[in-house]
């Protein structure tokens, strides 16, 4: 296999195709790498970001820092769209943890809501005349 990495001045580039990873995978895994690689990243072309690397040791083989960075970014890339595909889940189970944990917090939340549904009510009463108002009365 070719490798695609441009090495430079005791740096690695690595080049990562947006379409592939979304921006926040790439900072993320950067910010992973920041105990063992000075890390810099640069737009090269529309849909590609270069990754610069330099091993903060000086010791380390430039080839095995990119690919190890690669696996980094491939871990947060997986982390940030189980997060978005179960995220809505995560959150139902959070806070029925948090509810079980204090049914204080439920009774409140549901004053609140209904508060919020209330205030909807009267928003739109004030905004459409009553129906009650215009319509015709009807004897029996």
Known sequence: MKSKFEI???WVKVPVDLKVYPLQAIHSSGYAFMD?????????KKDLVGVWLKPKNGKQDLQELAIEYGDELLNYAHYFTSLKVHGDNMKLLLQRALFSASPSIVKEAEEKEIENLIKELEAEEKQAPSKAKT???TEK
């Open 135 to 137: 319509a015709p009365k």
């Open 36 to 44: 063992r690689a000075h890390v810099r990243l640069e737009q090269d």
């Open 8 to 10: 430079a001045d005791d």
